[in-house]
């Protein structure tokens, strides 16, 4: 069974730069927790603060209720794989996963089984013989992943562990850690900057910016919900502007290129003010231009075809940019480049940030 982790106020200065500056964490035990955010965010700090592997300035931490900040990073009980692997160089990859193993005094023939399962779920049951030297980046990631996985600790750390791997296999691999993660109900702490990884694996997803917790939630929350500015553009395609609120006969609108759009009254929104506002390309729907007065009149100017949705870029005038609209495969069968059409969008799709 997983561990609890908490932390609670995490700050970490290097030279003037605050890394980490005031992050609270809890992950409950066997959640899959994902820290997202762009390079420099603060995210690996955050994992090697909670490793041990760096000392807070500030902030405590706890595992299962036993606060560790003071603990080594070997007593605190953790498995983890950080972007370097530091395998055991002497050792062939059967052997550092069998050393996990051996660790937890497993008999012999429980070891054998456990590191062949093990090697079959890294998709490395050819190299078991190869030393580290001898294995690539990639490879020597997934016997790491491995090696990790085997001695399931109650709390897993891993720092961009599929970084290294080719689309593919990352995909498999994924899907694999999730399921024995889910399998064993360990908790992990997963580091990423990849929006699209941390949505499919996680249970929650912290986003960071700046050395700082900007939202937590869900995929799903983030995806519908992003409370932020920050978190809407950082998480799946966006099309956002910034623009002003005006009131038309009693309903708030904004300025779209030339174009006005209603939106949904479900903020303080002082016509005049200056806002971000911002729809997902999903969300738009093409009308019939005769009866859309209150749609974005544009011309088709690419038609990226994507498997099952398919992607206009549609120039509206008086915009800067073109706008995105996704539509079914199907639906866009018969569209062209060049073509006019109405994008209309629900008003209550359309989210405002101040
Ligand atoms: P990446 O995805 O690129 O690894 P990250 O979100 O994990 O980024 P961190 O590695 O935690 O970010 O770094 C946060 C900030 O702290 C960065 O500005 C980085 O330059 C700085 N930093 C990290 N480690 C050190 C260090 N040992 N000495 C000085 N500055 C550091």
Same mark, same amino acid.
């Given at each position: 069974?997983?561990?609890?982790? @908490?932390?609670?106020?995490?700050?970490?200065?290097?030279g003037?730069?605050?890394?980490?500056?005031?992050?609270?964490?809890?992950?409950?035990? &066997? =959640? +899959?927790?994902?820290?997202?955010?762009? $390079?420099?965010?603060?995210?690996?700090?955050?994992?090697?603060?909670?490793?041990?592997?760096?000392?807070?300035?500030?902030?405590?931490?706890?595992?299962?209720?036993?606060?560790?900040?003071?603990?080594?990073?070997q007593?605190?009980?953790?498995?983890?794989? +950080?972007? @370097? #692997?530091? !395998?055991?160089?002497?050792?062939?990859? #059967?052997?550092?996963?069998? +050393?996990?193993?051996?660790?937890?005094?497993?008999?012999?023939?429980?070891?054998?089984r456990? /590191?062949?399962?093990l090697?079959?779920? /890294?998709? %490395?049951?050819?190299?078991?013989?190869?030393?580290?030297?001898?294995? $690539?980046?990639?490879? @020597?990631?997934?016997?790491?992943?491995?090696?990790?996985?085997?001695?399931?600790?109650p709390?897993l750390?891993?720092?961009?562990? !599929?970084?290294?791997?080719?689309?593919?296999?990352?995909d =498999?691999?994924?899907?694999?850690?999730?399921?024995?993660?889910r399998?064993?109900? !360990?908790?992990?702490?997963?580091?990423?900057?990849?929006?699209?990884?941390?949505?499919?694996?996680?249970?929650?997803?912290?986003?960071?910016?700046?050395?700082?917790?900007?939202?937590?939630?869900?995929?799903?929350?983030? #995806?519908?919900?992003p409370?932020?500015?920050?978190?809407?553009?950082?998480? &799946?395609?966006?099309?956002?502007?910034?623009?002003?609120v005006e %009131?038309?006969?009693?309903?708030?609108?904004?300025?779209?290129?030339?174009?006005?759009?209603?939106?949904?009254?479900?903020?303080?929104?002082?016509?005049?003010?200056t806002?971000?506002?911002?729809?997902?390309?999903?969300?738009?729907?093409l009308?019939?231009?005769?009866?859309?007065?209150?749609?974005?009149?544009g011309?088709? =100017?690419?038609?990226?075809? !994507?498997?099952?949705?398919?992607?206009l870029?549609?120039?509206?005038?008086?915009?800067?940019?073109?706008?995105?609209?996704?539509?079914?495969?199907?639906?866009?069968?018969?569209?062209?480049?060049? @073509?006019?059409?109405?994008?209309?969008?629900?008003?209550?799709?359309?989210?405002? #940030?101040?």
């Amino acid at each position: 069974m997983g561990a609890r982790l @908490q932390a609670v106020g995490l700050e970490k200065e290097y030279g003037a730069a605050m890394a980490v500056d005031g992050v609270d964490l809890d992950a409950r035990p &066997g =959640e +899959f927790v994902s820290l997202l955010g762009p $390079s420099g965010c603060g995210k690996t700090t955050s994992l090697r603060l909670i490793a041990g592997l760096e000392r807070p300035d500030a902030g405590r931490i706890t595992i299962d209720g036993r606060d560790v900040t003071d603990v080594p990073p070997q007593r605190r009980g953790l498995g983890m794989v +950080f972007q @370097q #692997y530091a !395998l055991f160089p002497n050792l062939n990859a #059967y052997e550092n996963i069998a +050393f996990a193993l051996r660790v937890r005094r497993l008999p012999k023939a429980e070891v054998e089984r456990r /590191v062949a399962e093990l090697l079959a779920v /890294v998709h %490395l049951e050819d190299a078991a013989g190869r030393y580290p030297h001898q294995l $690539s980046g990639g490879m @020597q990631q997934r016997v790491a992943l491995a090696r990790a996985l085997a001695a399931e600790p109650p709390l897993l750390l891993l720092d961009e562990p !599929l970084s290294a791997l080719d689309a593919a296999i990352r995909d =498999e691999l994924r899907t694999e850690l999730r399921r024995l993660q889910r399998a064993l109900e !360990l908790t992990v702490i997963y580091v990423t900057h990849d929006q699209a990884e941390a949505m499919a694996i996680s249970d929650r997803i912290v986003v960071m910016e700046r050395g700082k917790v900007n939202q937590v939630g869900s995929p799903q929350e983030l #995806y519908d919900r992003p409370a932020t500015r920050f978190a809407a553009g950082f998480i &799946g395609a966006s099309n956002r502007r910034l623009t002003t609120v005006e %009131l038309v006969a009693g309903h708030p609108t904004i300025r779209w290129g030339d174009a006005r759009l209603p939106i949904a009254r479900n903020g303080p929104l002082p016509p005049g003010s200056t806002v971000m506002a911002a729809w997902r390309p999903e969300a738009a729907t093409l009308t019939d231009a005769g009866n859309a007065a209150s749609a974005l009149h544009g011309r088709i =100017e690419l038609i990226t075809f !994507l498997g099952p949705i398919t992607r206009l870029d549609v120039r509206v005038p008086g915009d800067d940019e073109p706008v995105l609209v996704d539509l079914v495969s199907t639906a866009a069968a018969h569209l062209q480049t060049g @073509q006019s059409v109405a994008v209309s969008i629900p008003p209550d799709a359309i989210r405002i #940030y101040a």
